[in-house]
């Protein structure tokens, strides 16, 4: 699919990414903020939450949550919205041939809330509702423990939801007062911005922010990795017929140049049917079938396989995992694994970039960080030239000085935790 991509900066100190899909009738449409979790007060953390769920309950031009929720679907528009450890966003995704509309729904969402305290009263409430349907999923219960100990300030689900009831209606005001400002705020459009449309909405955005709040743009905060070591994670459950775990393998300095070799070791790994640890577990008995997943991210950089199974056999399940994650690090794979791993990259990404909001996936993080815009075809170049040898590699580059970190979730498996860490060690030292 044919692109370009603008970076252009608006009035007070507003930024736009811009990414010119010819061709399609689908137009997306993000208001992003530096305004996450982690910009809060840990007595406070479910503030961003709280404020994200409050700016669809009514504002100066939508009254209403009905009213904002009725005036965009009547149009075929999708709204949601999410908050994350240093973003909150709002998504809009419609018809390019109503971008003004789209535009104009989503500029009153940020503008002028109106945070009334019924609507703070009720989506408190339904907060502590989404909150607490994590408590009773044990895969959630596996990585969320996992994320809380290697990210320090972030609070337990009970902590988070106690929170809710520290926070008033002039902490919500400030807080959006001071986060969701034009300094701040970062547009990202995707979609087809021919026929004089890109200038356009650069008018209309441009007219919003005149009279928006300037603000402060907020630094990009790092987390604080230095007193992480290696460590098991044990909860117990409920539910006697199957158990959980995940390894993670966390590396705290960042390397760029890893991130293509990390994509071909992931995939012979954990993506695919034709992965290794899908294969290997199912021809075992053992599972559904194993996955894996990595980041290279400055803030730190992860891989972690994970996987869930009967009681009596995720010990087993768990030795054969790490053991196959070893093995790949010391280049015993096939030529075949190597051809299907490296085509199911390949031809992924060559096919991978069909409509906009696959574009804004791939582009919006190096944007919302600061970071140069990287493109597919850049990538996938890296990727063409990683050889079987660049894997072996890794074992150095990236597993030598990981942290690992075990989290296992299951009724009495405590009391085999040693265990964990002596597979771990086994094959890792």
Known sequence: MKYKTHI?????????????????????????FRA?????????????????????????KYKTE???SYEAEKYGVRVNANTSDHLIRYYYNGGINEYEHIIDLATAQIGKPIFSKKDIDNQKKVVAVELSRKKDNDSDRCGYLASQTIMTKFLSIDERIASLNNINREDIVDYFNKYHVAQNLYFIIAGDLSSGRLSNIESILNKFLETYRTG???KWKKKDLSKFNKEILVQDSKLETEQHFELHFIKKKYNKQLEAPMQLFNTLLGVGFGARLFTKTRQEGLSYGAHSYYAIDEDYSYFIIKDRTQPKNIAG???????EVAKILDGKFTKEEWDRAKGFCLNSLEIGFETPDDLEYWFDTNFLEGKPLETPDSFINKLKKVQPKDISKLRNSFFKDSEWLVSLVGKDIGKDQAKYKQIVEKYFG
């Open 216 to 218: 402060e743009k907020q």
């Open 36 to 60: 996450g979790w982690d910009y809060t007060e840990p007595s406070k953390q479910e503030l961003a939450h709280l404020l994200e769920h409050l700016a669809f309950c009514g504002n100066s």
């Open 8 to 32: 252009v900066s608006l009035k007070n100190g507003a930024n736009l990414l811009a990414i010119d899909v010819a061709d399609t009738k689908k137009f997306l449409f993000n208001s992003c």
């Open 317 to 323: 399940l768990f030795d054969i995992c790490v053991g």
């Open 66 to 68: 009905e009213a904002l």
